[in-house]
């Protein structure tokens, strides 16, 4: 099988029915991953916000939909502009057959491989909501979802799939340990502290019940059932390289919330929400390296994530009072640098025998430093521009956040006029409006 980062002899491309089914289930896949995301965000959230982050992501994702479709792809996978952007020869998906595979995928449509990438698009800023869950006004979030859509993914995208100049550099990122989770991960970091801790954020020490712990667990088993599309899917592909993604996929989840359930276990107690943050660490983190590790080395970078991840969310919330409200520059963002640096550690680009031996050294020292600089290039480029971003909201909209009696009424109320829980939720006579109570 033809590694996804080999480039492509479109002379000799054909579609393969097998490989085109297989990337048609991935793709549906990873589309399921928004709503499970909404889910476990909406569980680990307090009831008073939940219609408010299920209706962020749903809304994000058709919108983010159309704009890849419109020109986002051909921002990421045009031909590139001296390395740094797409061209717009497939602006509204022009050229893009279904009966013919293109330069970026083969043995697949070149729609299908357009599609398939709308699901990476559209779920990456979104994985910041919850970073910023409880707080962003609804009119902030749109157009900072927008704005960040299109400086930050766009552009890191191309660099290092749509054959940009970090591509050419030689980094490495199999399914989006640089170009999603490290990007919103530091994003997610940077938007926290811009809008600072919620009400009440150091009597609960950062963790606030969440609402409704059957739910997430119920995203989080959706999700991690989606990544084995995320990852399985990057193939691009049928074939062994599919199944050694898969099984990274599982094993760098498992072996992540073997660690977090043991130091959970050791400070306290088995907390559910300790065991689906691990899982979720661990998928993360081996994202980036599922189809360039093998077996063993999965263990251990599943191992490692648990670990950093673990100890990060403490010592952010816990010592740096970072009021990330799930973890994400934590969970996603630092487990998703921590493997793509181990690309450069245990990679094999050939593909041809990832259940070979024990461990496998094969990237070398310049691999590795390739992997160091194209985290670290991106990691400030994607703070800077978030930074910026966020600054010019801020004076053309105001305050991003709402005042502290709209955000003790929820967002649920005040932004949608709806609740969740009818029978739980209690409104005051002067939240009420003529016309609006149900």
């Known amino acids: 099988m ?18 085109t089914t297989w990337i048609l289930v991935s793709t549906i896949f990873v589309l399921g991953m928004s709503p499970a995301l909404a889910f476990f965000e909406a569980g680990m959230l307090r009831s008073k916000n939940t219609i408010s982050i299920i209706s962020q992501i749903v809304v994000g994702n058709v919108l983010l939909s159309v704009m890849w479709l419109f020109f986002g792809y051909s921002l990421s996978f045009g031909t590139s502009f001296l390395g740094v952007i797409g061209g717009l020869e497939h602006l509204f998906w022009i050229d893009l057959p279904y009966n013919k595979c293109g330069n970026m995928a083969a043995n697949i449509p070149a729609a299908l491989f357009a599609l398939f990438q709308m699901m990476f698009a559209s ?4 994985l910041m909501t919850g970073a910023y869950a409880e707080r962003f006004k609804w009119d902030a979030f749109l157009i900072f979802t927008v704005a960040w859509e299109v400086f930050v993914y766009y552009p890191v995208c191309h660099w290092i799939w749509g054959k940009g100049f970090l591509h050419q550099l030689g980094v490495l990122d199999y399914a989006g340990g640089i170009v999603i989770h490290t990007t ?3 994003a997610s ?4 502290l811009f809008i600072g801790p919620r009400k009440d954020f150091f009597a609960f020490h950062g963790e606030y019940p969440p609402s409704n712990l059957p739910l997430a667990a119920t995203g989080a088993a959706l999700l991690w059932m989606g990544w084995f599309g995320f990852n399985g899917g990057s193939a691009l592909g049928a074939g062994s390289l599919a199944v050694s993604s898969v099984v990274s996929t599982h094993v760098g989840g498992c072996c992540s919330a073997i660690v977090w359930l ?4 050791r400070a306290h107690r088995p907390a559910a929400t300790s065991i689906l943050n691990g899982v979720l660490a661990g998928l993360a983190g081996i994202t980036p390296a599922s189809g360039y590790v093998n077996t063993q080395a999965t263990i251990v970078i599943g191992l490692a994530c648990g670990f950093l991840s673990y100890y990060g969310c403490h010592f952010s919330k816990g010592r740096m009072h970072v009021d990330d409200a799930l973890d994400v520059h934590m969970i996603h963002g630092a487990t998703g640098a921590l493997g793509s640096l181990f690309v450069g550690v245990f990679g094999n680009l050939q593909a041809t025998d990832m259940g070979g031996h024990f461990f496998e050294f094969q990237s070398g020292p310049k691999q590795f430093l390739l992997q160091l600089f194209g985290v670290s290039f991106v990691t400030v480029y994607s703070g800077i521009v978030t930074y910026v971003i966020l600054v010019s909201l801020q004076r053309s909209l105001g305050d991003l956040t709402h005042d502290e009696d709209k955000l003790d009424m929820g967002l649920d109320w005040v932004d949608h006029g709806e609740v969740a829980y009818h029978k739980l939720h209690v409104l005051s006579s002067n939240s009420i409006v003529d016309g609006t109570s149900r």
């Open 2 to 19: 033809v590694h996804p980062q080999v480039p492509v002899d479109t002379s000799s491309c054909v579609v393969d029915t097998g490989d």
């Open 123 to 126: 779920i990456t800023p979104l």
């Open 184 to 186: 919103a991960g530091i």
């Open 189 to 192: 970091l940077v938007v926290a």
């Open 262 to 265: 043991v130091l959970s276990m």
